[in-house]
């Protein structure tokens, strides 16, 4: 086969192996790879080209970076920063430098490299991530040690610095405790529980004012013996999940999130418990009182918060309890349900708005449920009363009475509400006594930022102002944080009674 090159009469150049290609075609190609080097080399544009001009500097997301209460020897969760160059220019980062060095308790991860970082490219009008952990060494402290740091930048010359700032709190770390005899808890350190908390069948557990449960997920109280969880109005027992930091910017997990830990249980066996001045919120379920006998006192709840939580606030079985100036609020099923036993509230709020994170109120929920039906088996009401409390919700049905088995009523279920604000319609009868009917309660706030955050606090305006019975007043004259109930024209319906604020 001949490999010689001829030019033919079709302006063509021929190879021997039959393949070929026109003039114009090479021309053409030519032309296209050269436009191609062309565009290429114009498209270096001024994002790539990188700018020496020592005022350029860096913008970020925000200019510290701060940790919420930090528990020692525990790794935070991850804080993000976005690095942005402004400039239409790409820029040279000299250096990214965490100021404590290998002393530092902070960490940091810059566009996917850990540590300190040297000669980092941003171009023009682009941006990087960079995150932030820590984990905080034991202070040998009870209280909060504030723990400072700074991140130094170096673009050209030019420095500039991110603020790092946390509290570290020393806790005390307890998985699969149990107390078998009888202990004072006094609150100098937070506890960090995982797993179960339990109190042994013989034991009796104080909680002193102040005293900080800090549940992980999944860990729970189970209370065999008793529990005295005694705080002030100032410092009172709390019951929450471990999460310190924000779900975002404007949202703590505090505020949005249920179903942090499982919640507090209180056994069959289990008689006299006080729950004084505590607060428990965003549990699984709050305070679960099992199946009882009603013939000795379960609990007495006074200034009591129940809040946000996935299933039930308070749940009772067959108990006697007393409820005092609580407040139960935002449960994702019942806020209270009441099986059976006999139960007293005095001026108590029982709201359910719920609304968390991503969750909504369950087909089905209520503020509040009575009955005497419990696994098709009656187990008698012989006495539930409201005085002066606030019962109201999102739903036009939030109160539900359910006294039939099998079509039939059944007996005894006796309650009694009276001078209450309940937000359905109905009227007066034998069982509700001075009630005022489907009106707006008025509360302080109802996630009005959509941060979450509620207060059960009354408006100004609310029907419940010095709406309450003043003669079932009188025994308790102070209000959940501390206010007189007798210091305006009256007391008010609810848990809390309206204060006109100070203008200083």
Known sequence: MNDKVTESVGRSITWSHGRSI??????????????????????????????????????????????????????????RILIHNEDKNAINIESIQLMGGRGSFFRINVDGYSGDQTNVHLRGQDSMYMFVELTVDPQNRDNPVFIEDSIRFVTNGNTQYLRLEAY?????????????????????????????????????????PGTKLFFHKGASVYVKGQLSAVGSIDNPVVFRGDR????????????????????????????????????????FHGILFKQSLPQQKKATLTNVIVHNVNENGVTATNCIIDFLNCQISNAKQMCVQLVGGQYTFLHCTIANYFNAVNESRASGSKALYISNIFNKSVLPLDRC????????????????????????????????????????????DQNFVDTIWNKDPKFANLNTNGDYVYSFELDSTSVAVNAAARAY???????????SRLSD?????GCYEWKKKSTK
């Open 22 to 79: 026109t003039r114009s075609l090479v021309h053409c190609y030519i032309l296209l790879v050269i436009l191609a080097g062309c565009v290429l080399f114009s498209c270096k544009d001024d994002n790539d080209v990188i700018s020496t001009n020592s005022s350029i500097k860096l913008a970020f997301s925000k200019d510290t970076v701060r940790f919420d209460t930090v528990f020692t020897t525990i790794k935070t969760a991850t804080k």
């Open 385 to 428: 009363d409201f005085t002066n409390c606030i019962i109201s919700g999102s739903n036009n049905s939030d109160v539900e009475l359910s006294n039939k088995l099998n079509g039939n009523a059944q007996t005894p279920f006796n309650h009694l509400f009276t001078n209450c604000l309940i937000r359905v319609n109905g009227s007066d």
């Open 244 to 283: 310190t930091d924000r779900l975002f910017s404007d949202v703590l997990y505090d505020n949005g999130v249920t179903g942090q830990w499982n919640g507090i249980t209180v056994d069959s066996l289990s008689f006299n418990n006080v729950f004084e001045n505590v607060r428990v919120r965003n549990s």
């Open 489 to 493: 024209d009256g007391p008010d319906i």
């Open 473 to 483: 007043s009188t025994s308790l004259l102070l209000d959940l944080k501390g206010v």
């Open 168 to 208: 570290g709190q020393d806790v005390y770390i307890w998985n699969k405790k149990t107390l078998a005899k009888d202990t004072t808890i006094l609150g100098e350190r937070p506890l960090l529980i995982y797993d179960t908390l339990t109190i042994g069948s013989q034991a009796h557990v104080t909680m002193n």
